[in-house]
């Protein structure tokens, strides 16, 4: 049994009840037949929040489970309970605007540059991209915070669809973003598209428009070595 991964298709859910079916109580980790709560990977931290009124402090997938670590005193429930468990929403949408300024920051340097990114990290409203530049072209800076603002003030829809594995080969788009490097056992490819902005294949949660980001500053460019400039940001209220 795997556990179902509710928000991949809706990232605004806030709750769950769900049914442990798995248990390490030296661990103090239950593993859900369905769950809300994102864990770490793809460069997006895990979320927290409570479940079966105890913390939620790390999650984690292994396989086709997704596994909550809970804090507390308390016992963690067996295998078999319903359980209840709601998202630290604060921060978890935090997360979604700061993903979906990444992927704004993706595409307009991909749109005026043809640069790929080529790794990334990011915290709450706080978060750091990577790319192949050498060296950077002058204006850079000045010329992405234009961009960005831009396509934040035209509040382009950013929609999450499915498509069969054969089908996001065939796109461009999602061949640049290296949709190849994902195993073959995955035969459904999750696109995230910032209409008219940017496409990528990706498993992490976003809002629903990118006026919902707020505003996006660059506070810092680094050199990581030849041909790797490193942008760290900041999303701030709009």
């Known amino acids: 049994m795997e556990t179902e991964l509710l928000f991949l298709r809706d990232a605004y859910l806030r709750e769950v009840d769900a049914e442990v079916i798995d ?25 927290t929040g409570v479940l079966a009124d105890l913390p939620v402090v790390d999650v984690r997938k292994e396989g086709g489970l997704v596994w909550h670590r809970l804090g507390g005193e308390a016992p963690v429930p067996g295998r078999g309970a319903t359980v209840h468990g709601e998202v630290d929403w604060d921060r978890r949408h935090a997360l979604m ?18 640069v790929p990114v080529t ?34 003030a035209a509040d382009r829809p ?15 788009d999602l061949i640049r973003t290296k949709v190849n490097l994902i195993p073959e056992t995955v035969r459904e490819i999750r696109v995230v598209d910032i209409v008219g902005c940017d496409k990528q294949a990706d498993g992490g949660t976003h809002v629903r428009s990118t006026g919902e980001i707020g505003g996006v500053r660059i506070v810092k460019t680094e050199n990581k070595g030849k041909g790797n400039k490193r942008l760290r940001i900041e999303v701030v209220d709009g």
Request: with cysteine; glycine share 8%.
């Open 23 to 47: 248990v390490d109580h030296d661990e103090r980790t239950l593993a859900l037949d369905r769950t809300v709560f994102y864990p770490t990977g793809g460069g997006q931290p895990h979320d």
């Open 97 to 114: 605007r700061t993903h979906s300024a990444l992927h704004v920051l993706c595409g307009v340097i991909w749109n005026e540059w043809g």
């Open 119 to 152: 790794g990334g990290n990011m915290e709450p409203l706080s978060a750091r991209m990577d790319f192949e530049f050498n060296p950077l072209p002058e204006g850079f800076k000045e010329r992405v915070d234009e961009l960005v603002a831009a396509e934040i």
């Open 158 to 172: 950013i929609e999450v669809s499915f498509l069969p594995r054969d089908a996001a080969l065939e796109d461009a």
